[in-house]
């Protein structure tokens, strides 16, 4: 995620981009600092922040499981990626 924030602010940092993130708790989130400044520097990019556990310094953060609806994303327009195993996969 990060290099993709990166490239683009390099080479198109006006594009319109949406920026969704989940972790556990705001301990868990690795390089929250930089994704952050790299979403500050993009003018037309937005950070949504999930944390299934709010911790003190988390004020940016919605409380519970990602949930794009609330964002108005149409479904053509999200694109995700998963870190870890597919547990769905298994259940087929």
Do not use: I, K
Not at 11 to 34: C, G, K, N, Q, S
Not at 59 to 82: F, I, M, N, S
């Amino acid at each position: 995620m990060l290099s993709m924030l990166h490239h683009l602010a390099a080479t198109d940092p006006a594009r319109p981009v949406t920026v969704l993130h989940a972790e556990r708790t705001p301990a868990d989130h690795a390089h929250h600092e930089e994704q952050r400044r790299l979403v500050e520097a993009l003018p037309n990019a937005r950070l949504h922040l999930w944390y299934e556990e709010l911790g003190e310094s988390s004020r940016e953060a919605t409380v519970g499981r990602t949930d794009v609806t609330a964002l108005g994303l149409p479904a053509h327009a999200v694109h995700y990626q998963v870190f870890g195993p597919d547990l769905w996969l298994g259940t087929e």
